[in-house]
Nanobody, 126 residues
Framework: EVQLVESGGGLVQAGGSLRLSCAAS????????IGWFRQAPGKEREGVSC????????YYADSVKGRFTISSDNAKKMVYLQMNSLKPEDTAVYYC???????????????????WGRGTQVTVSS
């Protein structure tokens, strides 16, 4: 059974940093795309970033490009999202999701076919 568990959320002041972690289990982890999404109250879910575990290629939404960095540790089956220069508008529940295969921007496939964690809350105060 595919399981994804997010951690690392919390309360931080604007300009601060957080590192989110996504622990994966129940699948081989090779040749998967792991993505981070977020959803703020009253807003639609937004794809933030994704990484291919096969070649390490990454993709970022424009809203986080230059501030967030996604990485993976395949041996540990972990994916991380380092978030710097946080803004109040980054406040949301952050989710990780996984889908087999693909590279680059895979948000649609992650939404349609992915396995999802339960999320971790990130709150950025002004």
């Amino acid at each position: 059974e595919v399981q994804l568990v997010e951690s690392g959320g919390g309360l931080v002041q604007a300009g601060g940093s957080l590192r989110l972690s996504c622990a994966a289990s129940g699948f081989t982890f090779d040749d998967y795309v792991i993505g981070w999404f977020r959803q703020a109250p009253g807003k639609e879910r937004e794809g933030v970033s994704c990484i291919s575990t096969s070649d390490g290629s990454t993709y970022y939404a424009d809203s986080v490009k230059g501030r967030f960095t996604i990485s993976s540790d395949n041996a540990k089956k972990m994916v991380y999202l380092q978030m710097n220069s946080l803004k109040p508008e980054d406040t949301a529940v952050y989710y990780c999701a996984a889908v087999k295969g693909g590279v680059g921007r895979q948000f649609a496939r992650l939404v349609l076919n992915g396995s999802w964690g339960r999320g971790t809350q990130v709150t950025v105060s002004s």
